[in-house]
């Protein structure tokens, strides 16, 4: 958007809009007095709330005049601007902030310029939730801010995971990641392959194209870099209580989505223990099914609500249990009661690339050849088999409407048969 200083220019010259907007930086002392930062916070978390957009700091809203900003101070106004960002707009901003220099006949004048992309989240400033109409913003009202949460989050014609992720590019996405899904009768052009499988898409403007949430999450070799949430955190406790001084294991896991799948099972596994006994020969019996821990990681990270920011899938070991908690709740109509009976799927696009990834982890009694398949039967896995391992049914809850748990019991330890002579 403005790629030059010359479109910028003309942009000044027509005015502000939905696009632009322009705001003179005052002083008072050496202090900035203006504009007031709780006025800022809400006029960038409107663009960022509404449409990719620039505002211009240094420049007259009304005459249009370019007054500029004293070179000397240009950082300490992108200082200024990036604690606003991080202090007083929840989730925080990510802006990209730049130094020009633009030509006022013939004078040089330095001016800030803030790149807002149209985020992922909705973003509350210092004085509410706002969104952008022309060249002024608007207090969004309940009704218009219940639906713009459901359109970032998973019920809208373009879903959360083909969204374009604006802060990261084409060379973010490692080609032996993306070429694996890569079939004989694919495209040949690179751009119109990744396009078709929906791991790039174009901005607003249709002018440059980004990663999307999926190209992300499953072709780049870090997607917590760009997604903070993208991650699951795993800890292992001794015996059964949740606290800091009892953790045996904890790990961070990171990676492509398979990756992840694949070390979270391996974390597991490594925690765990098989009993064993004589009766009379050698009967192993183990603490958990890896089959029923491999299907409930799965479902975690396929299904979770990628959209609520700094919500990160936690995975937790005890001596008795095994907990998954997984951000967001049941999608669309289903209930707890019929989880097993019904299928939804929030993130389409994620599972159908989750479903051409080969088996990467050694789940006793799967006879799956790919992560996921179309059936629907990975939670009446979990219930029956685990079940029948532990005697205990597990079970799923929904906390605070924005977290799903559940709750794999572990097999008791086997009884020594007793020797008669």
Same mark, same amino acid.
């Given at each position: *958007?403005?790629?030059? =200083?010359?479109?910028?220019?003309?942009?000044?010259?027509?005015?502000? @809009?939905?696009?632009?907007?322009?705001?003179?930086?005052?002083?008072?002392?050496?202090?900035?007095?203006? #504009?007031?930062? =709780?006025?800022?916070?809400?006029?960038?978390?409107?663009?960022?709330?509404?449409?990719?957009?620039?505002?211009?700091?240094?420049?007259?809203?009304?005459?249009? =005049?370019?007054?500029?900003?004293?070179?000397?101070?240009? @950082?300490?106004?992108?200082?200024?601007?990036?604690?606003?960002?991080? +202090?007083?707009?929840?989730?925080?901003?990510?802006?990209?902030?730049?130094?020009?220099?633009?030509?006022?006949?013939?004078?040089?004048?330095?001016?800030?310029?803030?790149?807002?992309?149209?985020?992922? $989240?909705?973003?509350?400033?210092?004085?509410?939730?706002?969104?952008?109409?022309?060249?002024?913003?608007?207090?969004?009202? #309940?009704?218009?801010?219940?639906?713009?949460?459901?359109?970032?989050?998973?019920?809208?014609?373009?879903?959360? +995971?083909?969204?374009?992720?604006?802060?990261?590019?084409?060379?973010?996405?490692?080609?032996?990641?993306?070429?694996?899904?890569?079939?004989?009768?694919?495209?040949?052009?690179?751009?119109?392959?990744?396009?078709?499988?929906?791991?790039?898409? &174009?901005? @607003?403007?249709?002018?440059?194209?980004?990663?999307?949430?999926?190209?992300?999450?499953?072709?780049?070799?870090?997607?917590?870099?760009?997604?903070?949430?993208?991650?699951?955190?795993?800890?292992?406790?001794?015996?059964?209580?949740?606290?800091?001084?009892?953790?045996?294991?904890?790990? +961070?896991?990171?990676?492509?989505?398979?990756?992840?799948?694949?070390?979270?099972?391996?974390?597991?596994?490594?925690?765990?223990?098989?009993?064993?006994?004589?009766?009379?020969?050698?009967?192993?019996? #183990?603490?958990?099914?890896?089959?029923?821990?491999?299907?409930?990681?799965?479902?975690?990270?396929?299904?979770?609500?990628?959209?609520?920011?700094?919500?990160?899938?936690?995975?937790?070991?005890?001596?008795?249990?095994?907990?998954? $908690?997984?951000?967001?709740?049941?999608?669309?109509?289903?209930?707890?009661? /019929?989880? /097993?009976?019904?299928?939804?799927?929030?993130?389409?696009?994620?599972?159908?690339?989750?479903?051409?990834? #080969? *088996?990467?982890?050694?789940?006793?009694?799967?006879?799956?050849?790919?992560?996921?398949?179309?059936?629907? @039967?990975? %939670?009446?896995?979990?219930?029956?088999?685990?079940?029948?391992?532990?005697?205990?049914?597990?079970?799923?809850?929904?906390?605070?409407?924005?977290?799903?748990?559940?709750?794999?019991?572990?097999? &008791?330890?086997?009884?020594?048969?007793? %020797?008669?002579?």
């Amino acid at each position: *958007m403005f790629q030059d =200083n010359s479109a910028l220019l003309k942009q000044i010259s027509l005015g502000e @809009d939905t696009t632009l907007e322009l705001k003179t930086i005052h002083y008072h002392n050496n202090k900035i007095v203006g #504009p007031h930062r =709780n006025s800022l916070s809400d006029e960038l978390a409107a663009m960022a709330n509404t449409y990719t957009g620039v505002i211009l700091l240094g420049v007259d809203d009304k005459t249009k =005049n370019i007054c500029g900003i004293p070179k000397s101070q240009l @950082d300490h106004v992108e200082t200024w601007v990036r604690d606003i960002c991080n +202090d007083l707009i929840e989730p925080p901003l990510n802006c990209f902030i730049h130094k020009i220099i633009l030509y006022d006949n013939t004078v040089e004048k330095y001016l800030i310029r803030l790149d807002i992309p149209r985020s992922l $989240f909705v973003h509350q400033s210092a004085s509410g939730y706002f969104y952008r109409i022309g060249s002024s913003k608007r207090r969004m009202k #309940p009704d218009f801010l219940a639906r713009l949460f459901q359109q970032r989050s998973q019920t809208r014609l373009i879903r959360f +995971d083909e969204q374009s992720v604006i802060n990261a590019e084409l060379d973010d996405l490692n080609p032996k990641l993306w070429k694996r899904f890569k079939t004989a009768l694919s495209s040949e052009d690179e751009q119109a392959f990744l396009t078709k499988i929906k791991m790039i898409s &174009p901005d @607003d403007q249709q002018q440059h194209f980004h990663p999307t949430v999926t190209g992300i999450l499953m072709a780049t070799d870090s997607p917590e870099t760009f997604m903070t949430n993208a991650f699951i955190q795993a800890v292992c406790y001794r015996g059964t209580e949740r606290h800091v001084a009892f953790q045996l294991d904890a790990q +961070d896991i990171t990676g492509p989505l398979d990756i992840q799948i694949k070390e979270a099972c391996t974390f597991v596994h490594r925690n765990t223990r098989v009993f064993a006994i004589k009766a009379p020969y050698r009967i192993e019996t #183990p603490q958990f099914s890896m089959n029923v821990i491999f299907e409930a990681i799965v479902n975690a990270v396929a299904h979770r609500d990628y959209s609520i920011y700094g919500a990160k899938i936690r995975l937790h070991v005890f001596y008795d249990r095994v907990e998954i $908690f997984s951000p967001g709740t049941i999608p669309n109509s289903m209930t707890i009661d /019929s989880l /097993s009976e019904r299928q939804s799927t929030r993130n389409e696009l994620l599972t159908s690339l989750l479903a051409r990834c #080969p *088996m990467n982890f050694n789940a006793q009694g799967s006879h799956r050849r790919f992560l996921m398949d179309k059936r629907g @039967d990975g %939670v009446p896995i979990i219930l029956s088999e685990s079940k029948a391992l532990s005697g205990k049914t597990p079970i799923y809850q929904i906390f605070d409407h924005s977290e799903l748990k559940l709750t794999i019991f572990a097999a &008791p330890a086997p009884q020594q048969p007793s %020797v008669s002579y």
